[in-house]
């Protein structure tokens, strides 16, 4: 089984404000399960800017994304009991996760941010002084069209390439969330960045 | 030359974990070099996208509508088929449930005489085929209470988990078994098949 355990600092880095304990996944999940909601909590601090990720690379926008990953959460607590504490509990959030994103993106066309600002977006890159006005704007807009094309791709592919490209995810690890092969894997991927190459040339 | 790069080589290529003897079809080959570059064109495209964050205020809110949420939730106990042992026993239930089948419905067919086997067709002839969860007519006793193990167990048993233990049908099964039917099932099939006509309105 293949587990994916994020490091100290990938969990610092889960939001602004990160509750501090030495306690493992496994061991959070089981103080939920006896009944110690406060640990699930800690769960979801830990865990909600990767799953916050994972939904707006899907849909492309902040607002579906986050009405996503609050739904992934909600579904982790209720299927607690199923999660199986050899398991990686990121791997585990990361198929739901797919899971409700696919099934959302199967009833509803995404409606991707395309050039227009983010709204409450405030991290963004700050552009270097000695970057131009110009050459920002044009990287803004170039990234608002990809991220408008990866929201096109047909939903396996579009799985795929966000959890390779933006996750970092193994093509095993991939395989195994999607429930498929590394080979089919690896050709949906390599169909997703053809169709990506597409989308991008026919753009204005 | 050798033959060209397959998807998943490509997608090597644009990883650089592309195998040295693929790269020297890759440099001699126009065709493969062009889609090579391509893919990892638009990968090198995807990665550079940054993942705008959210505003530091939207976690503390995020994390207080899950709370709220989960305040009104349980975690779902587990079925009890879904736990590991169970699951990992099911495909040998289905498996017994073959054995069960095959003992309750052709072992005695082997082992009585010509005329019992006929009295326990006409007994199906005549309309009493058992309903769901009932012994077929023509069932000693002793068989009774191995069809009620059988039934119990068919019960809890997937289509899927029955394909797991190699239930399923061969192609032709069906069109096989029918022309190979003897009169009284043949009579019997017949029977079924309008009274599941007359039940749904047609």
């Known amino acids: 089984m293949l587990t994916r355990t994020w490091s100290a600092a990938e969990q610092a880095e889960s939001g602004c404000r ?32 990767h799953v916050y990720q994972l939904c707006y690379r899907f849909v492309g926008n902040h607002e579906d994304a986050s009405d996503l990953a609050q739904d992934v959460f909600i579904r982790a607590y209720r299927g607690l009991r199923t999660f199986k504490s050899q398991a990686s509990l990121g791997t585990w959030l990361y198929r739901i996760g797919v899971n409700v994103c696919l099934n959302r993106v199967s009833v509803k066309t995404p409606k991707p941010e395309s050039l227009e600002p983010l709204i409450a977006m405030s991290d963004q890159r700050v552009a270097s002084q000695a970057e131009s006005a110009t050459e920002s704007l ?67 | 030359m050798t033959r060209h790069l397959r998807d998943a080589e490509f997608v090597d290529f644009a990883e650089g974990t592309l195998a040295p003897p693929r790269a020297v079809h890759l440099d001699a080959c126009a065709v493969c070099r062009a889609q090579a570059e391509t893919v990892a064109a638009a990968l090198r495209e995807a990665s550079a996208v940054e993942m705008p964050d959210p505003s530091p205020l939207f976690w503390d809110h995020f994390s207080a509508r899950v709370r709220e949420q989960v305040a009104h939730e349980t975690p779902e106990r587990a079925a009890w088929w879904a736990l590991s042992g169970v699951r990992a026993l ?25 005329g019992a086997t006929d009295a326990l067709a006409s007994s199906h002839a005549s309309g009493a085929l058992a309903a769901d969860g009932e012994v077929p007519a023509g069932v000693d006793t002793q068989d009774a ?51 599941e006509l007359k039940g749904s309105g047609h």
């Open chain 1, 18 to 49: 990160v509750t501090v304990t030495n306690q493992t996944d496994a061991e959070l999940v089981a103080a939920c399960l006896a009944g110690e909601r406060g640990a699930f909590d800690v769960i979801v601090e830990r865990h909600r800017r």
């Open chain 2, 145 to 195: 209470e191995v069809w009620a193990v059988l039934a119990a167990a068919a019960s809890d048993v997937g289509v899927d988990d029955a394909h797991a233990a190699g239930m399923g049908m061969r192609p032709g099964a069906v069109d096989h078994a029918v022309t190979h039917m003897n009169q009284a099932e043949l009579n019997e099939l017949g029977r079924l098949l309008q009274s």
């Open chain 2, 90 to 114: 099911l495909p040998l239930v289905a498996a017994l449930a073959v054995v069960v089948v095959v003992s309750v419905t052709w072992l005695p067919r082997l082992t009585h005489a010509p």
């Open chain 1, 138 to 204: 044009l990287r803004s807009e170039r990234a608002g069209q990809v991220r408008a094309a990866i929201a096109r791709l047909p939903k396996k592919q579009r799985a795929t390439l966000v959890l390779r490209v933006y996750h970092d995810l193994a093509h095993e690890e991939i395989a195994n969330i999607l429930g498929s092969s590394v080979g089919a894997v690896k050709a949906n991927f390599f169909h997703a960045l053809n169709n990506l190459k597409k989308l991008l040339r026919d753009m204005p």
